[in-house]
């Protein structure tokens, strides 16, 4: 199990720096479309123009999150949720969340430095979501996964 560790917690890294954002929702419905390889895959964005998140350590038991959500234009809300999770037994479980959201703005941005216990491995699982008329997105992303000593 010990040799499996290291070669878990690469797989997690990697997987982690993907942003995988969802489906359009319109009027409460998810619009899918196929790929010339018959792939399901979702619609472009109508509003959202991109999200990212971010995990930094300070050392000492500190740590610094943040992300932000973008739009094409300015939208009715625009939103950032901030999830913090901490891996234990090979899952990952959310501590906290922090919520961030703007009316009538095209970007949302939060974060702040935060004290978290020594010996897990902690990341940032983000929600960017818009809300325009009855045009309702939302998309995810992951930071790296850190590991606090």
Do not use: D
Not at 27 to 43: C, E, H, R, W, Y
Not at 106 to 126: D, E, M, T
Request: positive net charge; glycine residues 12%.
């Amino acid at each position: 199990m010990k040799r499996l560790m290291p070669i878990l917690l690469t797989i997690f890294i990697l997987l982690g720096t993907q942003v995988a954002l969802g489906a359009t929702v319109v009027g409460g419905a998810t619009s899918t479309q196929f790929s010339s390889t018959g792939i399901v895959k979702p619609n472009v964005y109508q509003t959202i123009s991109g999200g990212q998140c971010s995990i930094v350590n300070n050392g000492n038991g500190t740590i610094n999150i943040y992300g932000s959500t973008s739009t094409f234009y300015s939208v009715s809300q625009i939103g950032l949720q901030l999830n913090l999770q901490y891996l234990s037994g090979g899952q990952w479980y959310t501590l906290n969340t922090y919520s961030y959201y703007k009316n009538n703005l095209a970007y949302v941005s939060g974060g702040q430095p935060l004290g978290v216990s020594n010996g897990f491995y902690y990341r940032i699982f983000a929600q960017h979501t818009s809300l325009y008329g009855s045009i309702s997105e939302s998309g995810q992303s992951f930071s790296e996964a850190i590991y606090i000593q």
